[in-house]
């Protein structure tokens, strides 16, 4: 099984900086595609943040470009974002998501896409 844990987060003051990160694990990871950030605001739909490939293509949201800055440790599995200069309006639950192949029981091939548990963001003075 692949399992995502999400760490970072918090409270902090508009202008301020928080860092997320989400590590993939599990013996039966056979490699990882895309990896992405997403987020959901009270009342609203969950929206895409940022979101890189494999070979290092990185998205972003207009609202977030030039703020956040999203990275990945193919060594360890792991996806980053770094925000900056954050605003009220960057307020909700971020999630990850990552995208990529394992085995199963029978140590075939397939696919697999995944959540993370999300992790609060909140920005205010």
């Known amino acids: 099984q692949v399992q995502l844990v999400e760490s970072g987060g918090g409270l902090v003051q508009p202008g301020g900086s928080l860092g997320l990160s989400c590590t993939a694990s599990?013996?039966?990871?056979?490699?990882?595609?895309?990896m992405g950030w997403y987020r959901q605001a009270p009342g609203k739909q969950r929206e895409s943040v940022a979101s890189?490939?494999?070979?290092?293509?990185?998205n972003y949201t207009d609202s977030v470009k030039g703020r956040f800055t999203i990275s990945r440790d193919n060594a360890k599995n792991t996806v980053y974002l770094q925000m900056n200069s954050l605003k009220p309006e960057d307020t909700a639950v971020y999630y990850c998501n990552v995208v990529g192949i394992r085995t199963d029981w029978a140590w075939r091939p397939v696919n697999f896409a995944l959540w993370g548990q999300g992790t609060q963001v909140t920005v205010s003075s």
């Open positions: 890189i490939s494999s070979e290092s293509t990185t």
């Open positions: 599990g013996r039966s990871i056979v490699s990882i595609a895309s």
